[in-house]
């Protein structure tokens, strides 16, 4: 991740907090440079930053100060395919139930 910390530090709270595996890379890649254009075309009033991007009960969750409508309908799209998305490898995936905790695998990683 430190890759999208140098590419996207505008956006990015400087102790920005990942905390996903890495098949969701592709995911929040897409969905920082969407943020990124929206963010340089001037369209927000005052401060924003995203300042956590974690995994929370199978899905993607990302957390930011001064979003938009915009914004949240990008994160929530990313949100939202994150649950059929194998969090280690990428792989098409579903959320499981395992050991109390949900999270979205593969057959491979179930």
């Given at each position: 991740m430190n890759d999208l910390r140098e590419k996207y530090e505008d956006i990015l709270a400087h102790d920005c907090i990942f905390a996903v595996g890495s098949g969701w890379h592709f995911l929040i890649k897409n969905l920082l440079r969407t943020i990124d254009c929206y963010v340089a075309r001037g369209p927000l009033d005052g401060v924003f930053e995203i300042v956590q991007i974690k995994e929370k009960f199978?899905?993607?969750?990302?957390?930011?100060?001064?979003?938009?409508?915009?914004?949240?309908?990008?994160?929530?799209?990313?949100?939202?395919?994150?649950?059929?998305?194998?969090?280690?490898?990428?792989?098409?995936g579903q959320n499981i139930i395992k050991t109390n905790w949900i999270k979205t695998r593969c057959e491979s990683h179930v």
């Open positions: 199978g899905g993607l969750r990302v957390y930011t100060i001064g979003s938009d409508e915009y914004i949240q309908g990008a994160i929530g799209m990313a949100e939202c395919m994150s649950n059929n998305v194998c969090e280690v490898c990428g792989a098409p």
